[in-house]
């Protein structure tokens, strides 16, 4: 974690993101107005259950967006200052890979089954660093071993299929790392993995946090990893955020009914082994069928009639924005 988030330079700006489908249920809008701001050395989680628009704000930053659906319809992406939304869709092969590392939540999506662990790792350092494929395969044994793979020059020769899960992110995160992005994005990257596994991967993303110093948006539905990993959280709910802010005040003083509910949910130690912990009853609503107004009402327990117009986004403390029209009113901490 950084000591002085807001000293360092915003590498990458997301602001009043709104990204569409077009499906034949009509126009959907999967991100509406997502905004927030990733500066060098930090990790921004974006949090939510499944279905919430995370994804697709990756996709939108990094214009994978399916084509012709998805199309990003407002707002602006910044790296650097430079506008990724208006960028040429060729331009973006140089950023995506080089300037933006990428990692997904299950590592076969992004190795190919049929070419060894050296060729793809080269390719990479082929496509933006250098000419030399002798080169190219060196540089690719240097980032297997700062990735902690054993033996790394013998793997270098092997297919994915003989990595085990863990193993295979981390050739992931050693492609995502190989151009030493600006920053990374990683969607769920230690879901499809077991917890021990989990533990170290993350912990491997830390440590070349560290040393390289970039910056990381971190995607996942996992409070408990947001808590281990990240400077500032987004809270996303039906494609909107519904509060965001330093990951501590976050944790002490949860403001929208949506977050109290998510905490509340998560096991803490003193939990009894047999306790029954609290759940968000109900579900995110389908695009096709939002409510007017705050769309998190039919979940929450202090609706009231103000929750018919869609709250907007107000600041709750410096850093802290939370939108919810009785965030005022509600008892204080996550005494939900
Ligand atoms: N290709 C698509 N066509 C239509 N709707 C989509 C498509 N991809 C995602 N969506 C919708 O966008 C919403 C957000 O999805 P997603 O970003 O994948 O959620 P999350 O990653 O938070 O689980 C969901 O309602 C999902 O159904
Ligand atoms: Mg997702």
Redesign the pocket.
């Known amino acids: 974690m950084s000591e002085s988030p807001t000293a360092t330079p915003p590498v990458l700006e997301v602001e009043n993101l709104v990204t569409t489908?077009d499906?034949d249920a009509g126009r959907?809008t999967?991100?509406d107005g997502v905004s927030f701001t990733v500066r060098a050395g930090q990790t921004v989680g974006?949090v939510?259950?499944?279905?919430?628009?995370?994804?697709?704000?990756?996709?939108s930053i990094m214009r994978l967006?399916?084509q012709p659906?998805?199309q990003i319809r407002g707002g602006e992406i910044r790296l650097k200052g430079k506008d990724l939304v208006s960028l040429p869709i060729e331009d973006m092969h140089d950023i995506r890979g080089g300037k933006i590392g990428m990692i997904f939540q299950e590592p076969m999506t992004a190795l190919n089954p049929v070419h060894t662990i050296g060729r793809q790792l080269s390719e990479v350092f082929l496509l933006h660093l250098t000419k030399d494929p002798k080169d190219a395969w060196q540089r690719g044994i240097t980032m297997l071993e700062k990735v902690g793979i054993p033996a790394p020059a013998d793997r270098m020769h092997e297919y994915p299929h003989q990595l085990s899960g863990g193993m295979r992110q981390r050739v992931v995160i050693a492609m995502a790392l190989a151009c030493e992005p600006s920053v990374v994005i990683a969607?769920?990257p230690t879901t499809a993995l077991d917890v021990t596994i989990q533990a170290q991967i993350l912990e491997l993303m830390q440590q070349l946090q560290r040393d390289l110093g970039i910056a990381i948006v971190l995607?996942t539905?996992d409070l408990g990893v947001v808590a281990e990993m990240c400077d500032e959280v987004v809270v996303?709910y039906?494609?909107r955020v519904a509060e965001s802010g330093p990951v501590e005040r976050i944790f002490e003083h949860p403001t929208h009914p949506y977050t109290r509910g998510l905490l509340a949910s998560i096991p803490r130690l003193t939990t009894p082994r047999k306790a029954k912990l609290p759940v968000i009853e109900g579900m995110?609503p389908?695009?096709a069928d939002l409510p007017s107004g705050c769309r998190f009402q039919n979940r929450c327990p202090h609706r009231d009639e103000r929750c018919d117009q869609l709250p907007p986004l107000e600041e709750v403390a410096a850093d802290h924005h939370c939108a919810c029209h009785r965030w005022r009113e509600l008892p204080p901490n996550n005494a939900n």
């Open positions: 489908f499906t959907l999967a991100v974006i939510g259950e499944s279905g919430c628009g995370k994804s697709v704000t990756a996709l967006l399916p659906m998805g969607d769920e995607i539905h996303m039906a494609g995110v389908s695009l």
